[in-house]
């Protein structure tokens, strides 16, 4: 049995407390936590973390802003930039370059994992980078049979947006950062044959001394001026920005939702849907939780579990996965994949939570 658990991560944030008192609930011994920004400090730190074999759980960096911004100024020199100051809470700010120090980062991990005693790592660093370029992960999805919404591709601006909508003859679409996450800086963008248009966001512009600024709030923002709309679009693309075609999501009473499913070891396990008023259901933006099994026919069960557990086969070397789908007429499409993907606090599939069933199956097939 795999006693021994090191997380690479924040020591006090909600996902150490849950896998803590999974881990308490299960009689094991409490998880060694390294701290993001001491490993980033000193890698050193890792070799010992990991003298005893074990299992190592590789946790997102952005639960502290002092990690967050190591990682943003090691991209800022590795791409041959001013370093920056830190972003102000909730600003998007040089997503490119924190992704050049993510990149680097893991890169660095993967290695010294190479280099210790064969310890099972959760999720491998290789496949936690890939995830993370949302626009490099729907690719390789689809290059292994996954459904996904048809993808634009890279924009570079406003002026190539409107020239990509052209060329794809499409009025409505999906904006995402290529490395953002929850949602932050995602925007659903139409137009109509008057010339009228809007783009809905969390994102909010903050334009003062001649700047461009961006905060991720969990208002949803909607512009409706060229003006605005271009401005929007142009400092999201300056952080690197990519289209796909709009998906209708299906409707529950006066509202639409989508669905996580969390995969243990490439099965599906956990899953909620994602029900709200606005185009983005994450459950952060004050959506709501709804039953899966409640809102989906057999048909329907079957193509979420059939392409959830397609998904999970595209990353072998991922053993806990969140997969966020639109699901209708026995048809679903995967809008994302994430590594870190097992934030549902309270949500139980056979009686465990996501903490819970990972470290029961990881128990049983040590």
């Known amino acids: 049995m795999h006693t021994h658990l090191t997380l690479l991560a924040t020591?006090?944030?909600?996902?150490?407390?849950?896998?803590?008192?999974?881990?308490?609930?299960?009689?094991?011994?409490?998880?060694?936590?390294?701290?993001?920004?001491?490993?980033?400090?000193?890698?050193?730190?890792?070799?010992?973390?990991?003298?005893?074999?074990?299992?190592?759980k590789i946790e997102p960096p952005g639960d502290d802003p002092a990690a967050h911004l190591l990682l943003l100024q090691a991209g800022c020199r590795l791409l041959d930039r001013p370093p920056v100051a830190a972003p102000a809470h909730g600003e998007l700010l040089a997503m490119d370059a924190w992704f050049a120090g993510f990149t680097s980062a893991m890169a660095t991990l993967a290695a010294q994992l190479a280099e210790l005693p064969p310890a099972r790592v959760l999720n491998a660093p290789a496949d936690i980078r890939l995830m993370t370029d949302k626009l490099a992960c729907q690719r390789h999805l689809a290059a292994h049979g996954v459904a996904i919404p048809t993808l634009l591709g890279p924009v570079h601006g406003y002026a190539h947006l409107q020239s990509l909508l052209h060329q794809h003859d499409l009025d409505r679409v999906y904006l995402k950062p290529r490395y953002g996450s929850s949602a932050s800086g995602v925007v659903a963008y139409r137009r109509n044959k008057a010339g009228r248009q809007q783009a809905t966001t969390s994102a909010t512009l903050s334009q003062a001394d001649g700047q461009t600024?961006?905060?991720?709030?969990?208002?949803?923002?909607?512009?409706?001026?060229?003006?605005?709309?271009?401005a929007l679009v142009d400092a999201l693309a300056a952080q690197e920005l990519y289209a796909e075609a709009w998906l209708n999501k299906p409707r529950c009473g006066d509202s639409h939702y989508d669905l996580r499913v969390v995969?243990?070891?490439?099965?599906?396990?956990?899953?909620?849907?994602?029900?709200?008023?606005?185009?983005?259901?994450?459950?952060?933006?004050?959506?709501?939780?709804?039953?899966?099994?409640?809102?989906?026919?057999?048909?329907?069960?079957?193509?979420?579990?059939?392409?959830?557990?397609?998904?999970?086969?595209?990353?072998?070397?991922?053993?806990?996965?969140?997969?966020?789908?639109?699901?209708?007429?026995?048809?679903?499409?995967?809008?994302?994949?994430?590594?870190?993907?097992?934030?549902?606090?309270?949500?139980?599939?056979?009686?465990?939570?996501?903490?819970?069933?990972?470290?029961?199956?990881?128990?049983?097939?040590?």
């Open 11 to 56: 020591a006090g944030s909600k996902r150490v407390r849950l896998m803590q008192a999974a881990r308490a609930q299960l009689r094991l011994p409490p998880a060694q936590v390294l701290e993001w920004r001491d490993w980033l400090s000193q890698p050193a730190l890792l070799n010992v973390a990991l003298a005893h074999p074990g299992l190592l």
């Open 213 to 230: 600024r961006l905060f991720n709030v969990k208002r949803m923002a909607r512009y409706e001026t060229q003006h605005d709309i271009a």
């Open 263 to 366: 995969t243990v070891a490439g099965q599906p396990a956990h899953r909620v849907a994602r029900i709200g008023q606005h185009m983005m259901t994450n459950l952060h933006l004050d959506n709501r939780r709804g039953d899966a099994s409640s809102l989906l026919n057999d048909a329907d069960m079957r193509a979420l579990e059939n392409t959830s557990s397609q998904a999970a086969r595209a990353f072998p070397a991922s053993h806990v996965t969140g997969y966020d789908l639109v699901v209708s007429n026995g048809q679903a499409r995967v809008l994302e994949a994430n590594a870190f993907g097992d934030l549902l606090p309270g949500l139980l599939w056979h009686d465990a939570d996501t903490y819970t069933a990972q470290l029961s199956h990881f128990s049983q097939h040590a």
